[in-house]
């Protein structure tokens, strides 16, 4: 995840403990897929949601858990699915997750929330609503294979923004909705909403199927540039966090663009950069589904390093013995390719190991999203 705000205008922006600087992740933020259930079935969804509620933790499982992660000192827990507000007890969960210290966050596509809800998230203690666009109207209504989930999306927006939640928009990037982005920027900054995330696409659950829609190296740059420009322009007139998620290459590339420009502001970028580490799958990010299988992060589905039913997160997430957790953790050894040898190791962290896994059957093969060139990495 790269601060671009913060790292762009040197401002400081919220969650910044978590991303920069001594005691990060010292322990995981943890993604708890609360349910499989949703009301959409989008083209790009990591978690293949459908129907069905089968083997999901219940009420008295899921407070277990968040007494488990309070006492593990669980920073933040985000909840998602699925379609999270479809749980008929998620209120009741994310009250219980205030009373215990943690931060709750809730990461939804917006069609279901009411006046009401908006009102219970607030009185129980959620502190963020990201709603998921995937560009504006028609775009948007053909990745979530639904006529009007823009309208009912922008209304969710606008409703836990008038509760008084902080509310921001999460947009998956493709071929097909990148010409998007200023209008999401306008969105943004006409809605008065607190928070944009630009996601690169990671290739599991239903995007797997989706890499051709991935933008390629140079209408990656350029998609960077127009972030980075519209940045600026949105922080003119107060403060409004922009973040880029899921590609780790972003932020030696943002280093690298303004080392002549701005050489001051580029090495301070670098600095930060550095203490933030990259990708931490496994590490400063975990995942729990529904059913209770642990993940490395909410990519990693296919690969459980333990189930909470059996024993707690706290101790799977301690097991050095587990091999995943183990190799993830020291990633740099097992790296191979451009990868290998990128001068910029230490700040991306060998970027996301599940999409080179996707493409290349190989965990520690190069993250094919990567968009720097040979000569930027250090290779030639």
């Not at 902080?166 to 998007?180: E, K």
């Not at 701005?262 to 529904?290: F, V």
């Not at 060998?350 to 968009?371: K, L, M, Q």
Request: glycine share 10%.
């Amino acid at each position: 995840m790269l601060a671009v705000t913060r790292l762009l205008m040197g401002v400081p922006t919220p969650g910044d403990s978590l991303r920069y600087g001594p005691g990060r992740h010292r322990r995981p933020v943890v993604v708890w897929n609360v349910t499989r259930r949703c009301n959409l079935r989008c083209l790009h969804c990591y978690a293949t949601a459908g129907n069905g509620a089968e083997g999901e933790l219940d009420t008295k499982e899921g407070k277990a858990l968040l007494d488990d992660l309070a006492g593990y000192g669980v920073p933040v827990v985000l909840f998602s699915g699925g379609e999270p507000t479809m749980r008929e007890d998620l209120l009741e969960l994310v009250a219980y997750a205030s009373r215990k210290g943690i931060k709750p966050v809730l990461s939804t596509n917006g069609t279901l929330i009411t006046p009401g809800m908006a009102s219970a998230l607030k009185e129980a203690g959620i502190s963020y609503v990201g709603v998921s666009l995937d560009g504006m109207e028609e775009a948007h209504d053909h990745f979530r294979a639904k006529k009007g989930a823009f309208r009912e999306a922008v209304r969710g927006l606008r409703l836990s923004r008038d509760a008084g939640i902080r509310t921001g928009i999460r947009l998956t990037l493709t071929r097909f909705n990148a010409r998007h982005v200023p209008a999401i920027f306008d969105l943004v900054r006409d809605e008065g909403l607190d928070r944009v995330c630009f996601y690169h696409l990671v290739y599991s659950g239903r995007g797997s199927k989706l890499r051709d829609w991935d933008l390629g190296p140079a209408e990656t740059r350029d998609l960077m540039d127009l972030i980075f420009q519209r940045t600026r322009e949105l922080n003119t007139n107060g403060l409004r966090e922009v973040l880029t998620v899921d590609n780790h290459a972003d932020g030696a590339y943002l280093h690298l663009k303004l080392r002549e420009p701005e050489p001051a502001r580029a090495e301070d970028i670098y600095r930060e950069l550095l203490g933030n580490g990259g990708n931490s799958s496994g590490l400063g990010i975990g995942a729990i589904d529904e059913l209770g299988e642990v993940h490395p992060d909410q990519f990693w589905r296919h690969a459980s390093v333990g189930n909470v039913r059996n024993r707690p997160f706290s101790q799977i997430w301690e097991d050095s013995s587990q091999p995943l957790l183990h190799d993830l953790r020291e990633r740099r050894k097992h790296l191979t390719g451009r990868c290998a040898v990128c001068r910029f190791q230490e700040l991306c962290g060998g970027n996301f190991r599940v999409r080179a896994e996707a493409v290349h059957g190989d965990i520690w093969a190069p993250d094919p999203a990567c968009y720097l060139t040979d000569q930027e990495i250090g290779l030639s």
